[in-house]
Structures are given as structure tokens and as C-alpha cells.
């Protein structure tokens, strides 16, 4: 569909039957001011041209499009990855954080609030509320800060206040119930800025539209190399904002496949994986409608990932209306595939991956063995300095994870 970002989400943000907003009257009145500033601001020069100017002089944007020839030559297929590991803070997350933060001071909010669960949005959110001026309070699963304690150490060294949430599973949904507790005490000094393509309108879109600067770069960085379009595009998917952002600047371009790589964690028995998408229903959670994994009472399952960014049991709306419609198809990387990329493209390319990002390249992988005629672009979405305590910890140097 031309235009397609015109036409989705609908006045009340819905994408088909999934998303709008399903929040308490008081929460909703803020929701619709955030709404009328969006719209206000997104199409003002004046916000446009700072946005611009941050993605350029202090992101370090546009980002490269790589070519991966070793991992190319050893797997077959053209392997090509977009480096959002490059992006100022190591990951995709600054992209809607700077936009997020813009937005907050044009409304003349004090406080950024936020959930997060590898620490790549929490860092992020924390960078773009030191260089707005403005308070900032990221709330993560106690098990996420003893896994990911570099992020968190940058966090507070951004002069975040990091909360830990000690209840239930103590990862990524517990922290997003305990920022959403936290927001409703303040919604009017306060700002709630979702880390993902997920939440009640108008989250799912507005983080869409500023993640959408990845597929705009891809696009026209692969064609510049290649002289054509890549064959098929993937990325990870947890809540999904680095998919629908490299994926909306191919969704009108019929004839690029594109594939989003859910994490089937240690099984697919109930609460050993995080594929919403794939072995969810449709049910509501956190403000919105989506594909949720659940319980025969219709509760949200536990849900389980390596990658702590990966650990939610819902997805984004608009992820969940391209599953149905088929343009987008979703399959799933389990934790063994996942160290094998991650430890994979550490040796043959130079490249320590998010443990997120490398379940979209043990994707590639296989895809690019299966057909070595094919051009593959993957989303490296983060990199994994993050990660690398929690892998060697658990994994060691990952001989037995690497092809012999």
C-alpha cells in the first residue's frame, strides 16, 4: 500500500482490531494531550530541523549498512547488516528517546519515566534526559539489574534514578506495570516514554514514526551498494520497535520479504519462551490490544528470554495487523541458536552483537544456508557490551556454540 504510514493507525489507534487505548479516564486525558502535541509538533519545521540536527550531530547518524563477506562466504548468501549498534548509546533505542524527550520539553514536562529491560532504553532515555535538562526515572526487573549491570551503572552515571521492581518475575512486564504505577502519580508533570512499539495510542505509532529513519537510511544505503533492493529484511521482535522501524521503510516494496525473529527462549512449553506473535492470542495488555500469550483464565504467562529485551509477553499492535494481513512473517531463534550467532559474528566479523539483536541474525544464518542466491539485511539493533558479563559468566568463550 503507498502511503501506508498515513493510514495506519486509524483516528483512535488501531491497527485492524489491535492496539487503541484501554487506560483509566484520567490517564486517558493526558494520552490524548500527548496526542494533539504529537500531531502538533511532528509536522512543525522548528521540530523537525532540531530532531534532524540530534540525529546528525549528536547520534552519529545515518548509521552504515555493512556487508558481512566472511560470515557470507562461511553460511552463503549476501549477509548485510544495518549497525544501529553504532548509534550513540550502542543501540536503537536513542532514535525514539531523543524524539520522546523533544516532545517532553515542548509540553513542559519535568520528568521522564520509563521501564526497561535489557538497559537499552533506560540508557537511552537517561541520555536524552541529560541532554533535555530533565528528571529521569527508569524502573527494571531486579533480575534484569543483576543480568544487565553495565546499563545499569550507565544509567545512574546519566544521573537516572534506577527503581528496582521486586515483585512477580521481576523482569520487563513487572517493571512496566511499576513505571505505569509511578506515571500515574504525576501524569501532569511527568511523561511516560514507552520503550518499544507497544502501549496505549499514541505509543505505538509515534515510536514507529521516529524508528522510521532506520528503513529510510537501509532503503537507500542498499541501493546505493547494490544497485537493488535487499531480498528480505529481518529483526528481532520482542515489543518490536527496531522491527517496525527498519521494516517501514520496506513495507511497500512487495517484493522484499520481511521476517521478524521471535525468542523461543528454552522451549515452547508455557513459560520457557517470549513468541507472542507466533503461539499468542489476541488479548490486552499495559493499555492496548496485541497477540498476548496467556493463560486458560486469559491472564499474561510468564514468559522467559537470554535476551532480557526480548521477555514480554505481548507485541506491538501493528506487528500483530501484518501477521494477519501476511505481509510480515514471524518465526522464532531459541537460545542455542542465539549464542551461536552471537558467538559467530563476534569471531568472523569483528562484531559483539545485543544477545537481542543476534536471534535475528542466527536468522540470517539459516536462511542464508538455505539460500545462498539470497540478499539478507538484519536490524543489528544493539550492541552487546551489555551482555558480555552475564555470556561469559554463564557461557564462557562459547567454544561448543561455534560450527567445529
Known sequence: MQDYLKHFPDQKGYFGEYGGSFIPPVLQAEMDKITQAYFHISKSHDFITELRSIRKHFQGRPTPVYYCSRLSDAYGGRIYLKREDLNHTGAHKLNHCMGEGLLAKYMGKKKLIAETGAGQHGVALATAAAY?????EIHMGEVDIAKEHPNVIRMQLLGAKVVPVTHGLK????????????????????????????????????????QHIVGVEAREQFLEMTGELPDEVT???????????????????????????EPAGRSLKPGDHAASLCYGKPGILHGFKSYLLQDDQGNPQPVYSIASGLDYPGSGPEHCM????????????????????????????????????????????????????????????????KDIDFIVEKFGTGEEYLDS
Open 171 to 210: 523482569t520487563l512486564k513487572e517493571a512496566v506495570d511499576s513505571a505505569f504505577e509511578a506515571y500515574l502519580q504525576d501524569p501532569v508533570n511527568s511523561i511516560y516514554c514507552i520503550g518499544s512499539v507497544v502501549g496505549p495510542h499514541p505509543f505505538p505509532m509515534m515510536v514507529r514514526d521516529f
Open 235 to 261: 529483526a528481532c521482535v520482542g515489543g518490536g520497535s527496531n522491527a517496525m522501524g527498519i521494516f517501514s521503510g520496506f513495507i511497500n516494496d512487495e517484493d522484499v520479504s520481511l521476517t521478524g525473529v
Open 322 to 385: 501484518l501477521k494477519d494481513t501476511g505481509r510480515i512473517s514471524y518465526t522464532t531463534a531459541d537460545d542455542k541458536a542465539c549464542l551461536h550467532a552471537f558467538y559467530t559474528l563476534c569471531r568472523l566479523e569483528g562484531i559483539i552483537p545485543a544477545l537481542e539483536s543476534s536471534h535475528a541474525v542466527a536468522y540470517a544464518l539459516k536462511a542464508a544456508r538455505e539460500n545462498p542466491e539470497k540478499s539478507i539485511l538484519v536490524n543489528l539493533s544493539g550492541r552487546g557490551d
Open 132 to 136: 533535555f535538562g530533565l528528571e529521569c
